[in-house]
Each structure stands twice: as structure tokens, then as C-alpha cells.
């Protein structure tokens, strides 16, 4: 089974990302069962996966780059599944499978070495602290994915091209206050893994505590300007997005720098 969970969970999230492409193609851009099903198919092989490393690792599998682009997947994944049917964004799946997809195929395909093996021993602080940074990334890469659907319908909008996107997608209100409420989430996910790290008293790299602190200030500075009603939905969405390719290219160094030397 070693390797099949992940290909499988891979294969599903191809499954929906083919679709959304064949509908939009079409020009009938909403969401189907076929999404939806792939998605949950795709989530419940992560889970499968995960729930086999961790048996084998002794510990939550997030001991390597692969590992947390792994977990990262199924935490962008978990929070679609609560959020999006909570605040109306089926379509958001549309835009979500695309991005997991390429996490995935990055895991297994790109240069990010091996998943770790063996047996790992971890404080349950240390391992809180890990897994709530990452579901809490995984509130930010939906944060981006609403930003980007808000981006598109604003373009569409002054544009006045009344496409079948356009119709499709949420209201553009919707999208704002969902993308706003996102990088709430994942703040205070955030806050909370820090806050876990703290209590474990773990030691951290200096440039490695720099670095996740700007992250949680970035985030931070967007939300207060949000709520100050300095930072416009429009530009809130941009800088979720861009906050969060950050966070993507900064993972690599993250992980090497909290891997014992």
C-alpha cells in the first residue's frame, strides 16, 4: 500500500481539475458531483495515508519537505470541506483541486527528497505546534484561493464581460468577507501553533523564528489594516495571495532549518 494512498489521493485531485477544466470549457463553470466526489475521494486516500505514516513514523508524519507538503494538502482540503459549504463557495473547489493537485505532484515529483522513515520521538507540544502551523497554512492557501476568485470577478466586472464565470461565481461580497474570515482563521490557528511551540519550550533556529515571524506579522498587519478600514477587500485579496506564495517559497528553508543537523 506504501505509495498507492498517495497516488490514488493524486489521481482524484487530477479527476477534478480535469473537470473543472471541461466545464469551463464548456462554458458551464459551476460545480458537480464529479467535483465534489473526487475531492472527498481524494481527502479520505490523504487521510488513509497520512493515518499510515504516522503509524509507521511513531509520531504525526511531518518529518520531512514531503511530509509537510503532504499534510499541508489534506489541511487545504479540511478546510474547504468546513468552510466552503458553510459560506455558499461550492465553486471554490473548483479553484482549490488545481492547487492541492500541484502540491501533490511537487511531493512525489519534485526535488524535495524522501519522506522520512523510521520511528520519530516528539513532544505533543512540539507535534501541537507543527500540525496547527499547517492547518493553519492550510486556511491561508484558501484565504488565496477566495482572493483569487474575488480578483477574477472583479476583472470580469469592469470589464463588463458577462461570461459564464462571471455568472457562476459567488457574489463578490461573499468572496471578500470569505476570504477575511479565512485569514482570521488562520491567524488565530496560527497564534495558536506558537502559542503550543512556546509551552514546548522548543529550541528554534534564529533565522527559522524570524522567518515564521514575519509570516504571523504579514498576516497580522492585513488583518488590522482590514479592520481598520485601511485596506480595501480588493487589496486584502492581493495581499492574501501574495503573503501566501511567500509562505510557499519559503517552506523549503523552513523545514531544513527545523530538521535535526
Not at 465553486?91 to 520519530?120: E, M
Not at 470569505?178 to 506558537?194: D, I, T
Amino acid at each position: 500500500m506504501d505509495g498507492l494512498l498517495l497516488a490514488g489521493a493524486t489521481f482524484c485531485l487530477l479527476v477534478s481539475f480535469g473537470s473543472t477544466l471541461f466545464t469551463l470549457g464548456a462554458g458551464k463553470f459551476r460545480p458537480g458531483l464529479v467535483n465534489l466526489t473526487a475531492i472527498l475521494m481524494g481527502f479520505a486516500l490523504l487521510t488513509a495515508d497520512l493515518w499510515q505514516r504516522g503509524q509507521v513514523q511513531g509520531s504525526c508524519p511531518i518529518n520531512s519537505l514531503f511530509d509537510v507538503l503532504v499534510f499541508m494538502s489534506w489541511s487545504i482540503l479540511l478546510i474547504y470541506l468546513l468552510v466552503g459549504p458553510a459560506y455558499h463557495l461550492s465553486l471554490l473547489g473548483a479553484f482549490t483541486s488545481p492547487l492541492v493537485f500541484l502540491v501533490l505532484l511537487v511531493a512525489q515529483l519534485g526535488p524535495v527528497g524522501p519522506s522520512a522513515t523510521g520511528r520519530f520521538t516528539r513532544d505533543p507540544w512540539i507535534e501541537l505546534h507543527a500540525s496547527l502551523t499547517l492547518i493553519a497554512y492550510g486556511a491561508f492557501a484558501l484565504a488565496a484561493v477566495a482572493g483569487l476568485m474575488y480578483w477574477v470577478q472583479d476583472r470580469e466586472l469592469k470589464r463588463r464581460h458577462a461570461g459564464a464565470l462571471l455568472y457562476n461565481l459567488p457574489p463578490i461580497t461573499d468572496l471578500g468577507i470569505a476570504n477575511a474570515r479565512l485569514l482570521w482563521l488562520g491567524f488565530c490557528l496560527l497564534s495558536a501553533g506558537f502559542a503550543a511551540g512556546f509551552i514546548s519550550g522548543m529550541q528554534v533556529h534564529g533565522a527559522k523564528f524570524l522567518a515564521s515571524a514575519a509570516i504571523w506579522a504579514c498576516y497580522g498587519l492585513i488583518l488590522l489594516l482590514r479592520r481598520a478600514r485601511r485596506l480595501p477587500p480588493r487589496r486584502t485579496a492581493a495581499a492574501s495571495m501574495l503573503v501566501f506564495g511567500v509562505v510557499l517559497l519559503s517552506l523549503p528553508a523552513i523545514q531544513y532549518l527545523s530538521s535535526p543537523k
